[in-house]
């Protein structure tokens, strides 16, 4: 294949679409409520956060990054056009991908797999995600080409990863332990609920017994 001189990052409408609604909707409302509401205070504890997810949604569009890469470097600029910064593609060293998921079941509604791609310098960290950029493929390509992958932060990912999830099922366990104490109505049911607890419990605190030298 015929490279090329430069290679443009394409942005996925849909994202784009979403700031713009959530920026002019959000923005609307906030300043239309806080107006309609300066004398209660009560509608401005709903018109503030209004406002500013509105303003906040407008603010990530307008510093959506767009990159550009050349044989040299990458540049990542604003939507606008200005630069945020520079990047020369020989202080690019190792690289790792990780692929992502959110807690979703894949057939409901709301379910997103992406990867994330990270470049590591000497001194620098950059990401990338698969769920900002349409030409996601060709834009790893162009990054790390002869670059080595960075296994040993994959995994180390992967541990912190397994630790938060150990950490949350081991919440839950307990929560749900003093919930169906609190709500058991004889003997056999605390039994069943403490045994179906203890599960969560348990595989909670395995995965931070396993995963803790994440943290050493």
Known sequence: MKSKEFIKSEIKTSNII????????????????TISGIEKTEILFISIPFLL????????????NI????????????????TKRTINL??????????????????????????????????FKYKISSSSYGNY??????LI?????????????????????????LIFGIILCIWFGKNSKNFNE??????FSSLFIIVGIYLITKNRKAYR
């Open 53 to 64: 997810f509105g303003l906040l949604s407008i603010y990530h569009l307008i510093n959506h």
């Open 18 to 33: 979403i700031l713009i609604l959530g920026g002019i909707i959000f923005s609307f409302l906030g300043i239309k409520l």
């Open 190 to 195: 605390e039994l069943l609920s403490v045994g």
């Open 145 to 169: 080409k002869g670059k080595k992958r960075n296994t040993k932060s994959e995994s180390e990912w992967q541990r912190k990863n397994n630790f938060y999830y150990g950490i949350g099922f």
């Open 137 to 142: 493929a060709e834009l790893k390509r162009a």
């Open 90 to 123: 020989s202080e690019i060293l190792t690289y790792n991908e990780i692929e992502k998921e959110n807690a979703k079941w894949k057939g409901e509604a709301g379910y997103m797999k992406w990867k994330d791609l990270t470049l590591f310098g000497k001194d």
């Open 67 to 82: 990159l550009i890469i050349n044989k040299e470097k990458l540049v990542v600029k604003t939507l606008i056009g200005i």
